[in-house]
């Protein structure tokens, strides 16, 4: 965690406010993560028809659910064609995939990240949620996007065992329907959580959306490892 508290000080101080989202078209969105009035920054990035037509493959071809391992933007696309082959399709999708673990680790100053490749039938996490971790990216490379809420309109009391068995719709965890946003596919973001340094109580609420029957979706996340 030692480049989440030194790297904050490339902003000015800026107060105690209720986080927000920060999202953009331009990739340097990204660094906003370190602004204490940010607790999700979104990079609205349009994925390439050749990446699309590769992922399309990569699903068409591939039944493994979940992969996971330590990336390094050094190795990330050895393992993943070693896992997966070496057809166009793998090659397209792994590159991509490295330069995320190289933004990553180039934004955090670390030099490895704990890899998630998953593809999805179902919700894997469907309940709102935080993380106790420092911050995570995600990006869905095919299928509908997380789900989250803004940090000001979440009643953190209804999470866990305070919704008393209810769902999150109806727990009173949030207003309306209208206060769930949601990533699109393509967007790269990423989601401060509970262990980011004085974030208790702030990191970003989110859950896995509903899948629709005979739906597919192929999701990419990367974690700080070890301290």
């Not at 490895?112 to 593809?119: P, Q, V, Y």
């Not at 299928?143 to 209810?166: E, M």
């Amino acid at each position: 965690m030692i480049a989440v508290t030194e790297n904050r000080a490339i902003f000015e101080d800026i107060g105690v406010i209720s986080p927000q989202v920060k999202a953009s078209k331009h990739v340097e969105v990204l660094t906003d993560i370190y602004r204490e009035d940010t607790n999700i920054a979104v990079w609205q990035r349009d994925i390439t028809t050749e990446l699309t037509l590769a992922v399309d493959e990569f699903l068409h071809t591939n039944q493994t659910k979940t992969t996971t391992f330590m990336a390094t933007p050094e190795n990330t696309y050895d393992l993943l064609c070693e896992k997966f082959g070496d057809s166009t399709a793998v090659k397209t999708l792994s590159k991509d995939v490295a330069v995320l673990v190289d933004m990553f680790c180039c934004l955090f100053e670390l030099k490895e990240a704990g890899l998630r490749l998953t593809i999805l039938e179902h919700a894997m996490c469907p309940r709102f949620h935080f993380d106790r971790i420092p911050c995570r990216l995600i990006t869905t490379y095919r299928g509908v996007g997380t789900q989250w809420l803004p940090h000001d309109v979440v009643d953190r009391s209804k999470l866990g065992a305070g919704n008393q068995g209810k769902s999150d719709e109806e727990s009173g965890l949030f207003n309306n329907l209208d206060d769930i946003k949601q990533l699109s596919q393509g967007d790269v973001a990423l989601l401060k959580g509970e262990g980011w340094n004085e974030h208790e109580g702030a990191g970003l609420v989110h859950r896995s959306p509903a899948i629709a029957a005979g739906e597919r979706r192929l999701i990419v996340t990367l974690d700080f490892v070890g301290d």
